[in-house]
């Protein structure tokens, strides 16, 4: 095998066992230096890990030679059973870049008077080097008029630039050789020269060659060229790079640029670049002509129709061009993009030239055999597939029926290689299968294979679980642990997928029929983006199936826990192991309800690992494959987000597994005596079922704070990832059923009353009117995220909400402040769960209420509204006669009363037939400005008689404002319904608490979304509860003689007694808790003695941990040692569990 010192490559292997005891086993590589003889060891550096089933070696690392690469695996309970395997692999080198300018621009501009500067000894690139030795090269220059002369040759051989002798058919570019300056004359001859101002004719354009020769080898070569444009002005110099250079490879006289990929250029102004005014971005394709040695470019006329569509910043410094314009041009191969930057009195010109990259071709592949099970091995065969600048990889994908859905199943270096499959489409368990080529240079092909029939091995699953459940000591003999436990990526991808596919969808299926059995869907999922509501919604349980569904739920999480060890040790080397594995751990975390703590702990810091490794390599590959890594990184981040919280909001059930391990005594019980698992008072003390509830939920919030930050590290670092190859104007977005994210650049004035949207009715209104905390106008980065499920935080009524949040990040990755104004802030609507359910409306008997006797004029309801965070309160009454009007007052905290002589009310409207909303239903809400404080909500009701509707309602368009008054006792002649629910808008602060500060309930919010007005961006989410029905005081007064409620009353007073009776034995208990709180004198104490210490015994909170013996004990010095003490006190008990106890000892 032979790499380029350039390139990092890895060394892969597949373990096969072949035994029937553990397969715990050690790793090690070995590298040998062959330059001779294979016996000299080297010392790798130790960021390279040489313990797992694949070796990663940086670029860089090894020098020019021949290595033996040793792996010797070894049995850990047998350790004289040891197996290994060499691989030779030979290091060369890479050509190096010739730059004449900067950055290797193709074409510059330059004024015939000022001077011209070529240094490819500063700007020349050596890859295989962290830096370019100028002096192991010599340097030859060439000159000519370009589109009219070739070179200047003499018998064939090229004229150098400074060489005296004419060309009769090809002019010199100079008429004397006294305009040349060469530099670096001592350290590197001849690595840099000058051109004077005036050797050059203006309105012409020179094209420079350099020929570059290692001093020490004649045969390592290397040529530049760079073309100048010469005028009457004095340009500033403008150079061009690529933002990914290594996607953009010289050729000759052009870079190589793939079709498959996009290209995101930047230029920079070099000198003294104020008064700029301008900058436009122009694109031509061009053509050879052959006879003249020169390429003709034609202005691309697209540019305008296509701006923000294939092309972005065309008025920027950074200009990117989507691999759309190749694909829908395949008969252009050569391009130039040029950029024009406009000062006050001169214009600049500068290009960069490119050549297609063409992909890999005159190849094919197959698969075999056509048929079979997801334990099948199919063998992939691509031969005679052909590239100059070599094969890199084949990647191998499958999907159903929706080709958006497609999976990497595996890679490989080799064209032929085995894998496993996932099962076909459910129907005609078709698998269709398409395999990517790619080139040393990036550039893919794409082929269709034949479609394959893959159906599971039911067999193999239910064999692997029966032993997980019944024998896990036999699991070492399963053909499937076996494959897991080769440590090969690919094949420990295929296994997870293919077995994670079957069970997400038996999940499915399990979850359908305990809806349809009755269990309520909003208690046992959490509903995907864009689903709707699942049918046989209840509100009461079916216990029955419930019981059944957490049987299969349980032993589906047991499997997939003990699957998830398997990814922990899987080496992470290209984007290509970045996709295959955030792949399986997508598929693998995709039923949130089954993924326990221990399973979501490995997940969660596996995406992070992953989401670390695409950072790092972000510059270094194209946009396509870091939008595909991103992808399922944001979806693996998701899920575990959403089943970590799911058990915290009540959406998923608790699972046993989670509950016994965290109820299991730990292994470290006797030895830390701090262990939270021993403090009951963590875990709200009580009987010992509610401390083991507690406690599984106290270490399922513990690792829901870990994930949260993990999480957000997860979003930041793909954030950064897609944002280098992001431009102005331009969006990357994922849009899937359990996440949804978009980042876009934009300017900063665009912001201005800008609509984001996201997945249904959900969307951010930004206001004209704002203050942004950044220095930098030019252009800031929005992203916009929704998840299925807001996080717990410490507050519940989030349980039914999706989580919505926007940020506003800078060129540099960091989140900027956001702040509106109070009077014109953020417009944003969130919506929740469709699974949640909307208990029908109260019905009011309010005609059987006989009012008269107590002389009410309102018909009174009582709300309990009390909470930790403000809410807004939603009335919705239903008139059963829609003709009839009502008065609505309400009062906090206490009973709200109107009429000829008292006004005590906080609020009240009227509500008119011409109110009525299509469903015929009048509604009101109180905003959660007004809520703050307040522990109750009484509201009353009354019927407007016909005079008052004919003053306040027929005559509509002049309503009446004032108040429909009157001292008449109400009088009901229809019923109503009546439905109450409450709804808030939170923020999630930094510690992972909601909070409502500047957040205000708008008045669109209904039983699916809840509208929020705020004047910060963050994330949000909507709380919601709908209100049991209230207490209705009228009927309350109406029956609140003794004679109807002796029940009632008697009990109100046999309450009241013992209520004084636990007073007077709390007073009890707190003057004896007021005792312990001195400090006891040791009994033996001797007055003559001369020194005091103070003794402090914790007894802890284990259960038994208390004594009623009496604790004797001697105190040992390195002199000394004090005589049998005791501890004792005769006023109150001691060393009781869970108590302090504080000693005064004297000593002599």
Known sequence: MSYRRSQDFSISSMIQFNCNGSLSTTKKWTVKNCTSICLFEIQLDDKISTTLNELYIPSRTLDYRIYELTLTVTMIESLDLKSSASVFVRVTAAGITANLVQLGTSMITRGSQQNLQLNPGAYSVDPDQNSFDASKWKYTYYCRIYGLYNFPNFQGILLPIENSKIDPYNPSCLSNQSGLIFGNLTASPNSSLTILGGSLQSNQIYQFMVYMENRKNSSIQATGYVLVTVDDTHPQLIVIGCVISILCVPNLEYQFVNPTTQVALFALCVGNCINLQN????????????????????????????????????????????????????????????????????????????????????????????????????????????????????????????????????????????????????????????????????????????????????????????????????????????????????????????????????????????????????????????????????????????????????????????????????????????????????????????????????????????SLALSSMATQIPYEDAQVAANQLIQCASNVLTAVNGPLQERTSTLGLDYSRANMVPTDYDTDLESPWSNTNLFGGGDQASVEKNRNIYYQKQLANQINSQVTSIISLLTSSLNIHLNIGQNSTINTSQTYMSLETISVTSLSDRIVKQIGNAQFHIPSDFNLNTNDNSSISLRSKMDVLASFGDFSNTNLSRSVSLSIIDQNGNEISFKANENNSIKLIIPRDPNLVIPSMYLQNVTSINSTTNNLLFNYHY??????????????????????????????????????????????????????????????????????????????????????????????????????????????????????????????????????????????????????????????????????????????????????????????????????????????????????????????????????????????????????????????????????????????????????????????
């Open 279 to 610: 900058i436009k971005w122009n694109i031509y394709q061009g053509s050879d002509n052959s006879s003249s040695n020169y390429t003709q470019w034609t202005l691309f006329n697209n540019t305008v129709f296509y701006e923000n569509i294939w092309f972005f910043g065309k008025n920027t410094s950074n200009f990117t061009a989507t691999n759309q314009l190749f694909l829908n041009n395949p008969q252009i191969n050569l391009w130039r993009f040029e950029v024009v930057y406009t000062f006050l009195s001169v214009t600049s010109t500068s290009a960069l030239n490119f050549i297609i990259n063409q992909p890999p071709y005159n190849g094919s592949c197959s698969i075999n055999p056509m048929n079979g099970t997801t334990t099948t091995l199919f063998t992939i065969t691509c031969p005679n597939w052909y590239d100059e600048d070599g094969i890199k990889d084949y990647s191998l994908y499958a999907w159903t029926t929706d080709i958006s859905q497609k999976l990497m199943i595996a890679y490989s270096s080799v064209s032929y290689f085995q894998v496993r499959l996932p099962s076909g489409d459910n129907q005609t368990s078709l698998l269709n299968i398409a395999i990517s080529i790619r080139d040393l240079l990036d550039c893919v092909v794409e082929v269709n294979m034949s479609s394959v029939h893959v159906i599971v091995d039911f067999v193999g699953i239910n064999d692997l679980m029966t032993s997980l459940q019944s024998s896990p000591n036999t699991l070492t003999n399963n053909p499937i642990v076996q494959l897991l436990s080769s440590g090969d990526q690919n094949t420990v991808g295929q296994i997870l997928t293919a077995i994670s596919q079957q069970f997400n969808q038996m999940n499915s299926e399990n979850t359908d029929q305990a809806v349809s059995s009755g269990v309520p869907a909003a208690t046992i999922l959490v509903s995907s983006l864009g689903s709707s509501s699942l049918q046989g919604n209840s509100t009461s349980v079916n216990e029955s199936a419930l019981t059944e569904y957490n049987k299969i739920l349980n032993a589906q999480a047991n499997l997939r826990d003990y699957l998830m060890t398997f990814t922990t040790n899987l080496l992470i080397t290209t984007s290509n192991s970045i996709k295959l594995q955030s792949s399986a751990l997508v598929q693998i975390t995709q039923s949130t309800n089954q993924l326990t703590r221990a399973a979501l702990s490995i997940a969660s810091s596996r995406c992070y690992q992953l």
């Open 863 to 1148: 709300i309990n509204i009390t909470t930790s965070l403000p809410i807004s309160v939603h009335f919705e009454i239903h008139s059963l006669n829609t003709n009839l009007a009502y008065l609505f007052i309400y009062k906090f905290d206490q009973t709200p009363q109107l009429n000829s002589s008292i006004n005590l009310i906080d609020g009240w409207t009227i509500f008119c037939p011409f109110n009525l909303t299509n469903d015929d239903i009048y509604r009101y809400f109180i905003d959660n400005q007004q809520t703050p404080g307040h522990q109750s909500l009484i509201f009353g009701i009354r019927e407007l008689n016909s005079t008052e509707i004919n003053s306040y309602c027929l005559n509509n368009s002049s309503i009446n404002t004032s108040l429909p008054i009157t001292d008449e006792s109400f009088n009901f002649t229809s019923n109503y319904e009546l439905r109450i629910y409450t709804s808030g808008c939170y923020y999630l602060d930094e510690n992972n608490n909601w909070k409502s500060d500047g957040l205000i309930v708008g008045s669109l919010t209904n039983h699916f979304e809840t509208e929020c007005l705020s004047t910060h961006l963050t994330s949000f989410a909507g709380g919601f509860i709908v209100l049991p029905e209230p207490i209705n005081w009228s009927y309350v007064f109406a029956n609140a003689d003794f004679l109807k409620n002796k029940t009632i009353y008697l009990t109100v007073v046999c309450m009241s007694i013992a209520y004084i009776l636990l007073m007077i034995f709390g007073r009890f208990k707190d003057r004896k808790d007021i005792e312990k709180l001195g400090v006891t004198p040791l009994s033996d104490n001797d007055k003559s003695d001369q020194y005091y210490y103070q003794i402090i015994v914790f007894t802890g909170q284990r259960a038994n941990s208390g004594t009623q013996s009496k604790v004797h004990f001697i105190l040992s010095s390195d002199t000394n040692e004090t005589r049998v003490r005791t501890f004792s006190d005769p006023h109150r008990k001691i060393l009781q569990r869970g108590g302090i106890d504080s000693f005064i000892m004297s000593v002599p």
